[in-house]
Structures are given as C-alpha cells and as structure tokens.
C-alpha cells in the first residue's frame, strides 16, 4: 500500500534558524497537505498544494510540491517558540478514490531558544 | 461554531470491556475518519465513511467497528478483539476531494 516518509523524524533548532522537513511518496498523489500538532493537541491542518512544483507560501512557512508530485517539503525561517510541534504531511494516492489521506510519521521541532 | 466534538476527552477501559468514543461534527461534511495515533508515532487510518449508511476499512480496522446511521454522527467502538488499545483516537471530517481535515480533540484511550 502506499507510504510516506518523513524526514527528519526529530529536528532540533536554534530560535532564529532556519531549517527544512522533507515528505516522500511512494506513490503518486493528487495533492500534498501538511498539518500541524502542537504538544498534548490535535493537528490542524496548514495547507494544501495540488499542482506540479507548486510553491505557497505562510509568512515564514515555505511549502513545495515536486514535480513528480511524489514529494515535499516544508522550509521554516527565522524559527520561533511558536514553531514548536510535529508537522505532518498528508496525501491521497491518484489511485484512491475519495479523499482517503494517507500521513507521515511527522517531524517533531523541538526549538531553543 | 462549526467543528468537530470528540467525548470523552479520557477514557479508561478494563481488559476484555467495549468502549464507544463519540464523534460529532456540525461542518455538514460528507465524509468523516477515525485515525489512531500512538506515542511519538504518526496517524493511521482505521475507518473512514464517505456517505450516510457506508463505511470503509482503513489500514488497522481489526478490533474496532464503526456506524454512519447520521451525517453527523461517526461514533467508533474499540471492542476487546483489539490487542492494544491504549492510543489517542482523532476524528476528522471533510467536504471532499482535495480539501484539508478538521480535526478533533480527540479521545485518550488507556487500558487499566
């Protein structure tokens, strides 16, 4: 069945840094989304891209889908406390119908400051 | 507010007992999910219904059953088949194709 990966699992970062979490298929999705679960929460989604190579942008979120539509990836800048939490990403297989998510493991961002 | 309503918040359960975890939402979504998430581990789907009176497995649907007699209404029953209960159990909806999940607070689940 299909799979995604995320990677790093864990990410520790400086307040003010940037950094980078990485979201691999093993299938072809329909469209990429990403969430975000703060500590002791429930995730909340962020954001949705669908086409080919598509960059959005949340003020010092960056988010890219690849052009194989097989990957993303979420680019933080400036990290703050805020930024704490796991991020996930999500998507449905073309080959599934309706809009059956399969998640990543996430990436825990763990910030200090 | 619309959203989604998850009850109890914990739940405690003796080895061998049924337990349904609620889930409510007023989004008039058509379709609605049950994930299961365990310590420090992502979200997997253990059911999911697209439409009133259907319902479909997801990847670990052994030992839970799940009902869609309302568009409101996805209530999940862990029942005494699933080995490993003790999880945080999300609720999610959504319109459909190609739009984010609202999620739940979700239920806590542990066996004592």
């Known amino acids: 069945g299909q799979q995604v990966m995320q990677i790093p699992q864990y990410q520790h970062v400086q307040e003010g840094e940037d950094f980078t979490t990485y979201c691999n298929s093993s299938t072809t999705l329909s469209n990429i989304q990403w969430y975000k679960q703060r500590p002791g929460g429930h995730p909340v989604f962020l954001i949705q891209?669908?086409?080919?190579?598509e960059v959005k942008k949340q003020k010092r979120l960056t988010f890219q889908f690849g052009e194989a539509k097989k990957n993303s990836s979420l680019h933080i800048t400036a990290t703050q406390t805020t930024d704490v939490g796991t991020y996930f990403c999500a998507g449905p297989s073309i080959k599934a119908a309706g809009n059956k998510l399969t998640f990543g493991g996430g990436t825990r961002v763990l910030v200090k400051p | 507010d619309g959203g989604i309503t998850q009850s109890p918040k914990y739940l405690f359960r003796k080895e061998g007992q049924n337990v349904t975890l609620s889930c409510e939402q007023n989004l008039n979504h058509d379709a609605m999910y049950w994930y299961r998430q365990d310590p420090g581990q992502g979200l997997r789907l253990i059911y999911y219904s697209q439409i009133v009176n259907d319902f479909q497995k997801g990847d670990i649907a052994e030992g839970y059953s799940v009902s869609r007699e309302k568009k409101e209404s996805f209530p999940l029953t862990v029942t005494s088949a699933q080995k490993n209960p003790t999880a945080f159990y999300l609720c999610?909806?959504?319109?459909?194709?190609?739009?984010?999940?609202?999620f739940g607070s979700g239920t806590r689940l542990t066996v004592v």
């Open positions: 999610a909806s959504g319109p459909g194709q190609a739009y984010g999940y609202t």
């Open positions: 891209l669908v086409k080919s190579g």
